[in-house]
């Protein structure tokens, strides 16, 4: 990579590291940019992962408040999804390059009508928590299933948070501040778990990811900063339209 390529790299993960403070979903401009430069899709997909994964641990220290009494549920599902990350993680480094990109249209496209119905999913959530609708006792099936959205986190793992979410709030009997907190929790495990394990896959650039991961900490305080300013839903339906627009590139191809 040349020094424009490393700018372009650098100004897509701010991008992707304001986006994700605001509303979510910067892996959909820094993964193709990637692609885009000529970076193979499983490299690509790695090197990103690792590049943006202290975001996530930014996430939890911001909700440590919400975190308390819940010191159960916090190791529970950061085991979990960190052994769910860990088999998404080893799935993805044993698909070939040509398969993966396979793969990447109906990626991006799931995520994209992820993040579409992200609001609804928050205004469903909201409506069941306040309504106090009858929930299973029972936390047994939210760690089963929250396994499982952690090994697509580990393989992938754009607008994962909208699935595990869902999850929480239709299994666990709880507000939706708390549930969001394990949220962050998960969302750490299964990508934390995953960035380990790449690590040592050899597969890193280094160069880039250190450039992008300085780029996604500068972007996240600048979202931060902007996020009075710039309506969520805006953003993401501006993120949500380009994922379509890509998988449709991506199809063609």
């Avoid at 193709?32 to 975001?55: D, E, K, R, S």
């Avoid at 990447?104 to 992200?118: D, G, N, T």
């Avoid at 778990?193 to 790449?198: N, T």
Wanted: charged share 10%.
């Amino acid at each position: 990579m040349n020094v424009l390529d490393y700018i372009l790299v650098a100004l897509a993960a701010v991008a992707a590291g304001a986006i994700n403070a605001i509303a979510g979903g910067g892996t959909l401009i820094t993964f193709p940019t990637l692609l885009a430069l000529g970076v193979p899709p499983i490299t690509a997909n790695v090197t990103n992962t690792v590049a943006l994964c202290p975001g996530f641990i930014g996430g939890i220290l911001a909700q440590l408040k919400d975190l308390r009494g819940q010191r159960r549920r916090f190791w529970i599902f950061l085991g979990v999804s960190a052994l769910g990350g860990v088999a998404g993680s080893i799935l993805l480094l044993r698909t070939g390059e040509r398969a993966f990109m396979a793969i990447v249209p109906f990626l991006i496209l799931a995520a994209s009508c992820l993040l579409a119905v992200q609001g609804l999913v928050r205004i469903w959530l909201l409506h069941r928590c306040i309504s106090k609708e009858a929930k299973p006792r029972s936390e047994a099936w939210a760690v089963i299933l929250i396994g499982l959205a952690a090994v697509y986190g580990g393989y992938f793992g754009v607008a994962m948070s909208v699935v595990v979410l869902c999850l929480l709030g239709f299994l666990i009997n709880d507000n939706l501040t708390r549930l969001n907190a394990i949220k962050q929790v998960v969302a750490f495990g299964a990508n934390g778990a995953a960035a380990v394990l790449f690590i040592f896959s050899g597969k890193v650039i280094w160069p880039t990811a250190l450039v992008m991961a300085a780029g996604a900490l500068i972007g996240g305080l600048l979202g931060g900063r902007l996020a009075g300013h710039i309506k969520p839903d805006t953003l993401r339906w501006t993120v949500v339209s380009l994922g379509i627009v890509l998988s449709i590139i991506y199809f063609l191809r």
